[in-house]
């Protein structure tokens, strides 16, 4: 409750410490904008705008408990089909499918860093999602980690490449970084051998054998898959894997729908985390969203790659129905 020895004039409280003040009301001690317009001796509009102002300078942090949205019905439904140690649903909301996207990679965000520990070591993949997600991360330290870059980098339609995930995954995280510095995929299946063992690149593949946690998304076999659009496989490339049952993408690599690896040439010429180092982690998160990506969401799931889920609630009911 407001009392007369908390009032404030605006000539004591002004500039910058004014927001931080109604800031401070606002949010820690529970008063509405009314009673801080009483106590400020300002309107309820300048309360707003000072609320306002304080959310763009990045002084609020606003998130919701990962409880919310890992208990409710959905998320248990999804958990038990998949045999999944704990799945995170947001609401899809009525926005565009891109305003999905960013909401299921800032859930991702907001629960990663409660299931990171003082010793993991964290392998972060490549793509638009896992970019969201690695940017949403709000700054934190968890000592001891490390996050190694499972695949090599490559060009994207986005602006952005692998190893910036991995770098602001790891910045964001207050961790070590350990990029691979190499391409994803090379013409000459012999280049990429001697490139493998290059001793640099061959200690940062090494390390990948280490992660016991990773963070990825499943990639379709679609014509707008992002497998070719990044320049990894040519559209003849997916055109043959697919006609091999190839369902989805993980970190660069084609799966079949009971998620195990289709060999094929890209395999030879590929700089990065080999799948079946992805097996059986104390965590492997995959955030992924949209129809597209139900089938390789899935076909991920029963390769045995997946602990953790994050999605959207229609996604979720779609992935139940194939189930």
């Known amino acids: 409750m407001a009392t007369a020895t908390r009032r404030r004039t605006v000539g004591q409280v002004s500039g910058e410490s004014i927001v931080i003040e109604a800031a401070w009301m606002y949010y820690h001690d529970g008063l509405n904008q009314s009673e801080i317009a009483k106590l400020l ?11 306002a102002e304080a959310r763009e300078r990045g002084y609020i942090r606003i998130s919701l408990s990962p409880d919310v949205f890992t208990s409710h019905q959905l998320a248990q439904d999804l958990r038990e089909a998949f045999n999944l140690q704990a799945a995170y649903v947001v609401p899809g909301g009525i926005g565009s499918p891109e305003d999905t996207l960013l909401r299921v990679a800032r859930g991702a965000a907001e629960w990663l860093p409660s299931l990171l520990h003082s010793g993991d070591r964290l392998g972060v993949a ?35 490449t692998a190893e910036i995930c991995s770098a602001h995954m790891a910045l964001n995280l207050g961790a070590k970084c350990i990029n691979l ?25 090494e390390a990948l054998s280490h992660c016991n946690k990773a963070i990825f998304a499943a ?15 040519s559209e003849a490339d997916l055109k043959w894997y697919v006609e091999q049952g190839a ?13 195990k690896p289709i060999p094929g040439a890209l395999d030879d010429r590929m ?11 104390d965590m492997g ?23 953790h889920v994050v999605t959207s609630d229609v996604t979720a009911a779609e992935m139940l129905k194939q189930a």
């Open 219 to 233: 990639g379709s076999c679609g014509a707008n898959s992002h497998i070719v659009s990044s320049g990894v496989a």
């Open 181 to 205: 510095h190499a391409p994803a995929v090379l013409s000459d299946p012999d280049l990429a051998a001697r490139l493998r063992d290059e001793p640099i690149i061959h200690a940062q593949l």
């Open 41 to 51: 001796q300002v309107s309820r509009a300048t309360v707003v705008n000072y609320l």
């Open 285 to 307: 998160m995959l955030v992924s969203e949209g129809s597209d990506k139900v089938a390789p969401m899935c076909a991920a799931i029963a390769g045995g790659f997946v602990s």
């Open 126 to 160: 490549w793509g638009r999602t896992v970019y969201e997600v690695a940017e949403a991360v709000q700054k934190t330290r968890i000592d001891h980690v490390t996050v190694s870059q499972l695949v090599g980098s490559m060009s994207t339609p986005y602006g952005f």
């Open 271 to 281: 700089i990065g985390v080999e799948l079946d180092k992805l097996l059986n982690l």
């Open 247 to 259: 369902t989805g993408v993980l970190c660069g690599r084609f799966i079949d729908a009971a998620g």
